[in-house]
């Protein structure tokens, strides 16, 4: 299966999909000398079919659930203890003026 991508004005054609399908049968040596090699013919046949403009079903997964408890050390870097929260404040004040600078 192949389709257009890229420009409009200028497509590209990609393979998007593929199939495969064999046969299988008996090989039989007809030769009346056994010592002789003898050659078999296999043949294979490739078909490429254009998706033209109708849409694909697409199959999208589910998004996967977000745990429901947090870990305790999530925060770890910012709750060291009493002596840390000034320093969170000050962190605070330094990226919200980093961000007002930017306004």
């Given at each position: 299966?192949?389709?257009?991508?890229?420009?409009?004005?200028?497509?590209?054609?990609?393979?998007?999909?593929?199939?495969?399908?064999?046969?299988?049968?008996?090989?039989?040596?007809?030769?009346?000398?056994?010592?002789?090699?003898?050659?078999?013919?296999?043949?294979?046949?490739?078909?490429?079919?254009?998706?033209?403009?109708?849409?694909?079903?697409?199959?999208?997964?589910?998004?996967?659930?977000?745990?429901?408890?947090?870990?305790?050390?999530?925060?770890?870097?910012?709750?060291?203890?009493?002596?840390?929260?000034?320093?969170?404040?000050?962190?605070?004040?330094?990226?919200?003026?980093?961000?007002?600078?930017r306004v």
């Amino acid at each position: 299966i192949y389709s257009s991508f890229g420009k409009i004005g200028n497509p590209q054609m990609k393979v998007v999909g593929s199939r495969i399908s064999h046969q299988q049968g008996a090989l039989s040596y007809t030769l009346a000398d056994a010592t002789k090699k003898q050659s078999f013919q296999f043949t294979y046949t490739v078909k490429f079919t254009h998706t033209g403009s109708e849409r694909m079903d697409v199959k999208v997964p589910p998004r996967p659930q977000l745990p429901l408890s947090l870990p305790p050390d999530l925060f770890y870097p910012f709750t060291l203890g009493s002596a840390s929260v000034p320093a969170i404040h000050f962190v605070l004040i330094a990226a919200l003026w980093v961000v007002i600078a930017r306004v």
